[in-house]
DNA sequence: TAGCAATTTCAGAAATTTCTGAAAAGTCGA
DNA sequence: TCGACTTTTCAGAAATTTCTGAAATTGCTA
């Protein structure tokens, strides 16, 4: 691996944090180097600065085109394939966004409406079945707040993110003008969760 | 393993997302069993439920409560320790928040904002500094707002989620008020992040 | 402080994931 | 269609993670 010393320890670290975020270690040094840099970059010259094999390559940017975190190039007269991070770094957030709702909450949530479908036997099962149906309108929250991100354009997805535990102060104030004349903040958003604390 | 089929079903399924959650198989089957369970459990009925081995249950439960995912609890004229997972399923998100920065954010904040403090002695290295400045402000923005969530009470917490692409009307209502005398939206949010798209 | 019950530790076995090298498949111009 | 170049596939090697059984430790009470 030669690349300069900035370099090498931000890749390094990638690949490092990869295991934590569902990825593995060259596929987190390849997202690294093409995030960070100046061109897009082919196989080979991956190859050449990570110090991996070239189809251990092929394989990390195959994973990361499922994920839609890299894009495909092409350099006029060069048949090679040029890869290259998307430059904006909100669209590489709704991207995470959506994968992340597609693999860790939509498979749950599908099983857990499954689950709640069934009939329950036992007095045990009834009361899973009671806790299950807790995590399911859990799991649905966010699963429409994920594809709300997605949604949204970057100033407001800023905005969102910025907003924080300042949602209390926005919303009593939102909650004033809606009982206006006017209605401009629309109906109230249903919720069959019940605040327990 | 001898569960109700209902049960034994969600147990396997939990499992299997442990790896896409940064769990493994086994802390996944043991948290979702203590979730569904009406009382709390001592390891030698995980043991039994689950058919893994004591040790192995042992070091789960030792991962769990270190995420403090689960609650040690005494029963009266027992000496063993009976394990369960908090009721509140929102104390549960506010947990797994915080745990999730802790581990996914924070250390990456730290070595951006160390790298940040370089000299950059090649053009490559002031490029890749001024993209690592980008990433920088993106994890700032997402730690400060899982610091609020976990902040925020459970209602905050429901409409802060429920909210979503709803952001864009509140926020219009929210600035039209805030331009009003009196100030109730207090003063607007610094953002050193330019949108770009 | 001996004896018993419960829990933890840990070395190595088992399972899983990641990575490589070699071969296959695809692509383009001559 | 050939041949040079490029990418993909995949079986097995290497590395890593997970799991187990046995031993050590903890803590209680008699």
Do not use: C
């Not at 090498?8 to 840099?37: C, D, K, P």
């Not at 196989?43 to 994920?67: F, H, P, T, Y």
């Not at 890299?70 to 048949?79: F, K, Y």
Request: net charge neutral; charged share 30%; no cysteine.
């Amino acid at each position: 691996m030669h690349l300069p010393p900035l370099v090498q320890t931000f890749v390094l670290h990638f690949g490092e944090m990869g295991s934590r975020w569902g990825i593995n270690r060259t596929v987190g040094q390849i997202y690294a180097l093409l995030f960070v840099a100046e061109r897009p970059l082919n196989a080979d010259e991956i190859v050449e600065r990570l110090g991996v094999s070239r189809s251990n390559v092929s394989m990390g940017l195959k994973e990361l085109q499922a994920w839609n975190l890299v894009r495909l190039q092409h350099v006029p007269g060069d048949r090679r394939d040029y890869f290259a991070t998307p430059e904006d770094i909100w669209q590489i957030v709704r991207t995470l966004v959506e994968e992340r709702k597609k693999r860790e909450i939509d498979p749950t949530l599908t099983l857990l409406r499954e689950l709640l479908m069934q009939e329950a036997g036992t007095e045990g099962e009834r009361h899973a079945q009671a806790r299950l149906g807790e995590m399911h309108d859990l799991f649905e929250l966010f699963a429409g707040w994920y594809a709300d991100v997605r949604r949204l354009e970057t100033e407001r997805l800023v905005q969102l993110l910025t907003l924080g535990s300042k949602v209390q102060k926005v919303l009593e104030v939102k909650d004033r003008l809606v009982r206006l004349p006017g209605r401009i903040g629309g109906r109230a958003a249903k919720s069959d969760i019940k605040p327990t604390d």
